[in-house]
């Protein structure tokens, strides 16, 4: 079992910048590949980044690359995403979420999550 805890979402203005956190702990959580989904209101959740456990290899959605980044730090077993230039369309909950082996674009993959942390972007 994975339990992972999120923390860093808040209100922020447009072009402004937020950092997500998200601490992995419980029996193998070092074995995980993490990344970040989104939801908004009324919308279906959405892949916003992705890292590999192993390599360190990061992944986008469209909407969000060259403005995100998603980096970890193993040694603390926690993910971060950094976000500048934000608009009022990343208002959302995000999500942290993990699974076993390599990353994946697909929530449906991933079965430990997060509780969510609102990240709201006013214009």
């Known amino acids: 079992q994975v339990q992972l805890v999120e923390s860093g979402g808040g209100l922020v203005q447009a072009g402004g910048s937020l950092r997500l956190s998200c601490a992995a702990s419980?029996?193998?959580?070092?074995?995980?590949?993490m990344g970040w989904f989104r939801q908004a209101p009324g919308k279906e959740r959405e892949f916003v980044a992705t890292i590999n456990r192993n390599d360190g290899s990061g992944y986008y959605g469209e909407s969000v690359k060259a403005r995100f980044t998603i980096s970890r730090d193993n040694a603390k077993n926690t993910v971060y995403l950094q976000m500048n230039s934000l608009k009022p369309e990343d208002t959302a909950v995000y999500y942290c979420a993990a699974r076993w082996g390599d990353a994946s674009y697909t929530g449906s993959t991933y079965p430990y999550w997060g509780q969510g942390t609102q990240v709201t972007v006013s214009s």
């Open positions: 419980g029996r193998s959580s070092s074995s995980v590949s």
